[in-house]
């Protein structure tokens, strides 16, 4: 069973066109890594999945045609957004961050515990709870994006590099996180620059280049191919 | 000299307390949109006149309460709706595009009402004020109703902005609008209720001030307009307590600039006092630098 169907997606910016007619599926419950070079078009696939960018082709969501939702509606059918640079807000202490993340929740006891949850897999953001967003380091910052879209208890996370700007040990924090997340029921498609700790994540991946997949298959496979050694692993 | 003092500080305070109502509306407008709703002015004057409707033409004495409440009700829905219709259409367009239909819309506010009631009205005594004196002070009921429903309606908003879900949203909106939809909020009804919001608190600043200088006239909105938006920028435009703050200042300068300086100043020194306060917090007393992101 596939949890998201990619058929043909294309987004174009004006006259450019940053994502040229991709095509891939996530099955559910697994990781998925679409990874890419610095302008590839990784951020527009997300923003297009997700409807906040117009797009051509087919984006189906648990069975369902996402194109033409508006953003809003895509979240409350269980997908979640962390976007690139992690989208906090600055203003709003580390509480309010999470309890906007479960906006669309109707149940507040639910809501209740998924903060406890949320607390327990980032104990750094209890410790912060009160404090601006703001103020947060990158790292920390990252565990508040996660642990926002967790609390919409989505099925399907879309994550845009979450490595990004991280030093390599918070780097490996985050991602033994999401393995957890991940192992814990959640579909993940994940986006990175960094292809080494993704390919090593993943279940499968995709290379995007210039707007165009040029390969993919499963994770092992793909980490071990040549020319991704050589493009993405300066192997 | 203890007690003129102390009397100037009443009227200051239920001056300042009109003000920081009205202030509130662009504040928060300006929170969610990043622009001035130049309306807004004539909104707090629809608001009068409103009152003035519902106290003169119905059958029936609606008590002052029901007044308000269906005042805020009805101006609210009008900020709402200019929203919609006016200002949503060009949320992408340049800036001076929004500029002028915002000012526009309060020339064809203030105008309408021109041509339908050319000349000032009076409103009736609504609310029988007595006189309270107490330690050389004397208070009147109507100024206490006056202070004492602004500030009502400013503790209610703060506690709205601060502690709901609703709340957090709007302040989320200021923050970074393109991620708030991620959450599955709806920023284009979160800007409606705000709307709503301001303009109701405008509306319900224009039944107090009609209660406390009771004539009610189409140009009325303009200057207190223009005084309402000076504050929110002195406690700083974007800020709830900061809009408060202003108009409590505004209100506070403008009254003892009358009372220990000839009446003409006034103005003079409000608008001396924005410049001032401006060189040196360009953002307001409470305001916060734009969210630098990229
Ligand atoms: N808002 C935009 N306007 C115009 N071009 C854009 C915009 N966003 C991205 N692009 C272009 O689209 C291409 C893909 O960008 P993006 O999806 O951000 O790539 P990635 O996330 O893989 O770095 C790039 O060439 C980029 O310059
Ligand atoms: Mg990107």
């Not at chain 2, 609504?126 to 109703?145: E, K, M, R, V, Y």
């Amino acid at each position: 069973m596939n949890a998201l169907e990619i058929d043909a997606l294309t987004v174009s910016y004006g006259d450019i066109r940053a994502v040229k007619g991709i095509s891939f599926d996530v099955r559910d419950g697994e990781i998925f890594t679409l990874i890419g070079a610095n302008g590839a078009g990784k951020s527009s696939t997300l923003r297009a999945i997700s409807q906040l960018l117009r797009h051509g082709g087919g984006v189906r969501f648990r069975g369902r045609e996402l194109r033409g939702l508006a953003p809003e509606k895509v979240v409350a059918l269980g997908l979640a957004h962390v976007p690139e640079g992690r989208g906090i807000f600055g203003n709003l202490t580390v509480m309010e961050n999470l309890r906007l993340g479960a906006w669309i929740r109707t149940d507040p006891v639910g809501v209740a515990d998924d903060f406890e949850k949320v607390f327990v897999i980032f104990p750094r953001l209890r410790e912060r709870r009160d404090q601006a967003a703001g103020t947060l380091s990158g790292g920390e910052q990252q565990m508040l994006a996660l642990g926002r879209a967790l609390m919409s208890r989505a099925s399907l996370l879309l994550l845009d590099e979450p490595s990004m700007g991280l030093a390599p040990k918070l780097v490996g924090e985050i991602y033994d996180v999401l393995r957890k997340i991940n192992e814990s029921g959640v579909t993940i498609l994940l986006v990175e620059q960094n292809a080494n700790i993704a390919l090593r994540l993943a279940h499968r991946a995709a290379v995007l280049e210039t707007g165009s997949i040029t390969l993919a298959g499963n994770s092992a496979d793909v980490l071990a191919n040549p020319r991704v050694r050589e493009a993405y692993l300066g192997a | 000299m203890a007690s003129y003092l102390a009397q100037q500080t009443i009227n200051a305070l239920q001056l300042g307390s009109i003000y920081a109502l009205i202030a509130l509306g662009y504040s928060m407008v300006y929170g969610v949109l990043v622009m001035i709703n130049f309306a807004h002015g004539d909104l707090f004057m629809l608001g009068a006149f409103a009152c003035l409707l519902l106290a003169t033409l119905l059958p029936v004495h609606l008590p002052l309460v029901v007044i308000l409440l269906v005042v805020m009700i009805v101006i609210g829905a009008v900020g709402a709706l200019i929203e919609r219709i006016a200002y949503r259409p060009l949320r992408n367009a340049p800036r001076v595009s929004a500029i002028i239909t915002a000012l526009g819309c309060g020339l064809v506010i203030e105008n309408t009402t021109l041509s339908i009631s050319p000349y000032p009205h009076f409103m009736p005594e609504l609310f029988h004020s007595t006189t309270i004196a107490w330690a050389g002070l004397t208070i009147t009921t109507l100024q206490i109703l006056i202070i004492g429903v602004s500030l009502a309606l400013m503790i209610g908003l703060d506690l709205l902005v601060t502690r709901t879900p609703f709340g957090m949203a709007m302040r989320a909106i200021s923050f970074d609008s393109r991620t708030v939809p991620l959450m599955g909020i709806p920023v284009n009804t979160l800007i409606s209720r705000t709307f709503f919001l301001g303009a109701g608190l405008g509306g319900a600043a224009g039944v107090l001030y009609s209660l406390a200088y009771p004539q009610v006239s189409a140009g009325m909105g303009v200057l207190i307009g223009w005084k309402a938006f000076i504050a929110a920028v002195i406690g700083g435009i974007g800020s709830i307590r900061g809009a408060v703050l202003g108009g409590f200042i505004l209100g506070a300068v403008e009254v003892m600039a009358v009372a220990f300086l000839p009446s003409t100043y006034r103005d003079l020194i409000s608008y001396s006092l924005l410049l001032v306060i401006l060189i040196f917090k360009p953002y307001g007393l409470l305001g916060q630098p734009p969210n630098q992101k990229v």
